[in-house]
């Protein structure tokens, strides 16, 4: 492959992961950080918000796209999400479900890149069970409701960032819990001027403020952390398998949006080999 290929390539594969980050960010029970994370994003992403003097003149390439995606997912995709959650929502989760499937092998490889050892799968057993209890708890036990306002906006946006800087934090649920996520998403769609000047302040400051621990911790107990990762992912997306269809149509259909879903996966990671490969000749 010529270079001008591969970087056309590699724009188009940032492009896609930005936009399914962002969608990610909005889609109950799936964390904008973790699809970061299984596509290779997100130590880049967190290199430039700790070290952007060294990192940004190493990963420059890949942030414009990343950005646009992001905006097009996060934004755009907010009002195509809502329409079709109003439809189905077993067949859009299913379809978020196929695209985890598809990454977790090359996460599993990921997470032991440094050993497997005993603290390690603890951290997974120890994240998998929390967030799995956590997110039961919130979506199954907790009917709490209040009043959308500018602040509680700006928690929906700190939330945001959260899911975005800690990989396995799925801050969707947590909104649906307190009402707050239909009208959020409603919002964004329509680029209502509340909820935009509201969330993403909150959303970019808490991203800030999150990044240099979270790295320091990825420096320090790389394993650990990338177990612990791992764990999130799974125990998040066991939570959000639908258990209840309108009837054997919506069934094959959820199938068969996991099954593109897994596809796009698959066609990702091939993009990324391709990349590796054009480096090394």
């Known amino acids: 492959m010529d270079e001008r290929k591969r970087r056309r390539a590699h724009w188009l594969r940032d492009f896609l992961c930005g936009a399914l980050i962002g969608a990610g960010a909005i889609l109950p029970g799936v964390s904008g950080g973790v699809l970061a994370v299984v596509f290779g994003i997100y130590r880049p992403f967190m290199e430039v ?9 190493q990963y420059w390439r890949m942030l414009i796209p990343l950005g646009l995606g992001w905006a097009a997912g996060f934004l755009g995709v907010a009002k195509g999400i809502s329409a079709a959650m109003t439809l189905s929502d077993a067949v859009t989760y299913w379809l978020f479900i196929g695209l985890i499937a598809g990454t977790a092998p090359s996460l599993f490889r990921e997470a032991g890149k440094e050993g497997r050892s005993a603290s390690a799968w603890g951290s997974f057993l120890l994240c998998a069970s929390a967030v799995f209890a956590g997110l039961f708890y919130v979506s199954r036990v907790v009917h709490v409701q209040v009043e959308p306002n500018f602040w509680w906006y700006n928690f929906c946006g700190a939330l945001w960032g959260m899911g975005v800087v800690i990989p396995g934090m799925t801050s969707s649920s947590v909104m649906m819990a307190l009402g707050l996520y239909r009208p959020m998403l409603e919002g964004l769609a329509r680029l209502d001027l509340l909820v935009l000047s509201a969330a993403l302040p909150g959303m970019f400051l808490t991203i800030a403020l999150l990044a240099r ?23 998040s997306t066991l939570v959000i398998i639908p258990t209840e269809y309108t009837g054997g149509g919506e069934m094959a259909f959820s199938a068969l949006c996991a099954a593109a879903g897994f596809g796009l996966a698959f066609f990702l990671a091939r993009m990324d080999k391709r990349e590796e490969d054009g480096k090394k000749d």
Do not use: D, E, N, Q
């Not at 918000?49 to 003149?57: G, S």
């Not at 621990?213 to 799974?234: D, E, K, M, S």
């Open 49 to 57: 918000l700790t070290r952007p003097r060294k990192a940004v003149p």
């Open 213 to 235: 621990l979270v790295t320091w911790f990825f420096r320090r107990h790389y394993a650990v952390a990338f177990h612990g990762i791992l764990g999130f992912v799974i125990a």
